[in-house]
């Protein structure tokens, strides 16, 4: 009988993945700069990839209640390895379009199923510190990946560092093998509808999905833009860009446990929604207007832990829709959202940096952060959504 998941092996393999993906979010703007391509081709790169990602997202989660978590998780090592080689080897921007559609594919594989892994070994009473968890091993991941590609270009090329980057895929296999439950899964028959139905019904579920939407559109344009304004902007070089990264992810990943704890102990998670949107966002209306690295970098250690808390709160509130039978399905929406999000801001305020600058690029993201802010605040006033889902609801 499969042994079920060991939550340390889920935080193992996400980052590991995560510090792939996090290298190649460094290393891929600065290569496509190296071969002449400009902010547009940025955008649409990083469009393609979680566009891709986002696609996936559902049917992932439909799979994973149907075969287990660990196969998705394998296809994404799998897939994320090859695409890392392949941007790795491109000489021209156009081939990289394939390889960022094939990482997104592994990375909607992965997001569902490993927050479906977790959600089935943990206690709903610790899932907010679970979930701090596991996206601190996230953050680390998104500090290991920078820290050590911005190492290796000291003496790799873009191109070697790309490749050398790949060989985190390996920790992810290794780890993925040996903790994470070979279990087949909670659902015998495909059901596609039924479940959708059910969770997409729930009031919480708009608010909570339009909260994740204005998170991810923030978080997404500056981690696509981010390598960029710090070289073109700031004038720093990329090693310098990589430790800023890297002390920004640093500044995620300790606001994790006390956010998770945070979210544990309150009722009302749509304060800490809401009001973290909207300090991120003010911050990031305040970014380009900042000169040097210190001072960019203290905004950013400011600004991360809003919507580190955020993230947390959000993905808690999304298990919450679920059953164990429909857990792997309601991530899959959770993931499929995220990506929706990550793609629109760089593909929308990229080419909004190109033609006016970044001062307006940013300052544009910004004010979307806050009006999807006060959509959230809106739909959780409902009172009838109040009385059917106090937990459910973000405004709750």
């Known amino acids: 009988m499969p042994q079920p998941s060991r939550p340390m092996a889920v935080y193992l393999a996400a980052g590991s993945i995560f510090a792939a993906m996090a290298a190649r979010g460094l290393l891929l703007p600065l290569r496509i700069h190296e071969l002449g391509g400009d902010k547009v081709a940025v955008g ?5 990839f979680t566009i891709t990602a986002a696609g996936l997202s ?4 439909f799979l994973a209640d149907r075969f287990g978590r660990r196969y998705l998780i394998l296809f994404s090592i799998a897939t994320g390895g090859v695409s890392q080689l392949g941007v790795a080897a491109a000489s021209s921007v156009t081939p990289m379009f394939l390889w960022q559609a094939l990482a997104g594919l592994g990375a909607g594989a992965s997001q569902a199923a490993l927050f479906a892994a977790l959600a089935d070994a943990t206690p709903g009473s610790r899932l907010g510190r679970s979930m701090g968890w596991l996206t601190l091993a996230m953050q680390v991941g998104f500090l290991v990946g920078p820290a050590l590609a911005g190492i290796s270009l000291q003496w790799l090329s873009l191109q070697g560092a790309l490749a050398f980057s790949s060989a985190l895929f390996g920790v992810a296999l290794a780890v993925t093998l040996f903790g994470i439950s070979s279990a087949a899964a909670t659902r015998k028959r495909f059901e596609l509808l039924a479940p959708l139905r059910q969770i997409v019904r729930q009031p919480g579920f708009l608010p909570v999905s339009v909260a994740l939407l204005g998170a991810t559109v923030l978080w997404g344009t500056l981690q696509a833009y981010l390598p960029l304004f710090g070289r073109e902007q700031l004038g720093l070089p990329a090693v310098q860009i990589g430790y800023m990264i890297a002390i920004q992810a640093v500044a995620n990943g300790l606001a994790r446990i006390p956010g998770g704890r945070l979210v544990d102990r309150v009722q009302r998670r749509g304060p800490i929604v809401i009001g973290g949107i909207i300090g991120f966002s003010l911050c990031l209306a305040l970014l380009p207007h900042l000169m040097g690295f210190w001072a960019t970098t203290a905004l950013l250690v400011l600004a991360v832990p809003l919507l580190a808390t955020v993230y947390i709160a959000v993905s808690v509130v999304f298990t919450s829709l679920s059953t164990h039978e429909t857990r792997g399905v309601t ?14 801001g760089p593909a929308i305020f990229g080419t909004v940096m190109e033609r006016s600058g970044y001062a307006v690029g940013f300052t544009a993201c910004a004010a979307t952060g806050l009006v999807l802010a006060g959509l959230v605040a809106v739909l959780s006033r409902n ?8 937990v459910a609801a973000p405004g709750a």
């Open 383 to 390: 009172p009838a959504g109040r009385r059917r889902a106090a």
């Open 44 to 48: 649409l790169l990083f469009s393609v």
């Open 331 to 344: 991530m899959g929406l959770y993931s499929m959202v995220l990506y929706v999000g990550l793609g629109l």
């Open 58 to 61: 559902l049917p992932a989660g």
